[in-house]
């Protein structure tokens, strides 16, 4: 993983810089998008011209970069050793504007039958369909039903590391009625609170003040306070602008702001951990 800039010093490279007559370019994490597009209105006021899209999620994003579809990939995975052997003539330059946390998510009715915490292995066999019912796990007696992210999204990847670490790939998914697969932030939540019996990894932020849903302790750890400050719960992500070869132009005014006092105001609205939470460790 590269390292993650924290300064943004000025490059002879122009790399992430979009052309004079055109807007800068910025896609990809719906997780790290809430962020950009406060962050691109209060800019255009600024006079600069800038376009968001959420196309793919991180993975797509990442793929847009490298192609030279964008300036500005939004993620919310780090690149790994596959992009860059993908990717090999990119020099991806990642820069965090905050931390998410991603949260294992059901249905309030079912948290208030019994259902409050999880541990890696009662998850493991929830994701995989071996655990059909809640009360195999001391919930209800209601099928479970399973809504994950499709492959490649940030949300998905900091899943799969918790349940099967960094060595091991994910089995296949599972196949049959009770197991579906979602691609966005919305679209999760969305299936999450009209589906009687549903589970779903998601961001912490989209399940904050839903009454008809809750989030489960993991490990008996929860997403917040000095868990998450502490880097010790689990299922935590940064939030990261990527681009190729060191921010210039366009692309570090859009970083330089999200860093800024004003652009982390933003972050911290949208319930993420702000980089003065995470430095302050």
């Keep these: 993983m590269a390292a993650v800039v924290s300064t943004l010093a000025v490059a002879a490279s122009s790399a992430g810089c979009a052309a004079e007559d055109e807007a800068l370019r910025v896609s990809g994490s719906t997780t790290v998008n809430p962020v950009v597009s406060d962050a691109a209105k209060v800019l255009r006021q600024r006079g600069l011209e800038i376009t968001v899209d959420t196309q793919g999620g991180s993975a797509g994003g990442i793929a847009q970069l490298a192609s030279g579809q964008i300036d500005v990939a939004m993620s919310s995975?780090?690149?790994?050793?596959?992009?860059?052997?993908?990717?090999?003539?990119?020099d991806f330059v990642e820069t965090e504007v905050g931390r998410d946390a991603v949260a294992i998510v059901i249905r309030h009715d079912v948290y208030e039958a019994g259902v409050r915490s999880l541990t890696r292995e009662q998850a493991r066999r929830i994701f995989e369909g071996e655990i059909a019912n809640w009360s195999e796990v001391g919930g209800p007696d209601l099928p479970v039903y399973v809504y994950n992210k499709e492959p490649g999204?940030?949300?998905?990847?900091?899943?799969?590391?918790?349940?099967?670490?960094?060595?091991?790939?994910?089995?296949?998914?599972?196949?049959?009625?009770?197991?579906?697969?979602?691609?966005?932030?919305?679209?999760?939540?969305?299936?999450?609170?009209?589906?009687?019996?549903s589970v779903a990894p998601l961001s912490v932020a989209f399940a904050e003040d839903q009454p008809e849903l809750a989030i489960v302790a993991v490990e008996g750890m929860l997403p917040e306070g000095e868990d998450l400050r502490s880097g010790e719960y689990p299922l935590s992500r940064p939030l990261l602008l990527i681009t190729d070869g060191t921010p210039q132009g366009d692309a570090r005014t859009l970083i330089d702001f999200a860093r800024s006092a004003e652009g982390q105001r933003l972050v911290s609205q949208h319930g993420y951990v702000e980089l003065a939470k995470l430095e302050a460790q």
């Design 77 to 90: 995975k780090p690149i790994d050793d596959e992009d860059r052997d993908r990717f090999s003539n990119i």
């Design 153 to 197: 999204r940030g949300t998905r990847e900091v899943l799969d590391k918790f349940l099967y670490g960094s060595d091991k790939e994910a089995p296949p998914d599972p196949v049959g009625g009770n197991y579906s697969i979602v691609g966005g932030n919305e679209e999760t939540r969305t299936k999450l609170s009209t589906t009687p019996g």
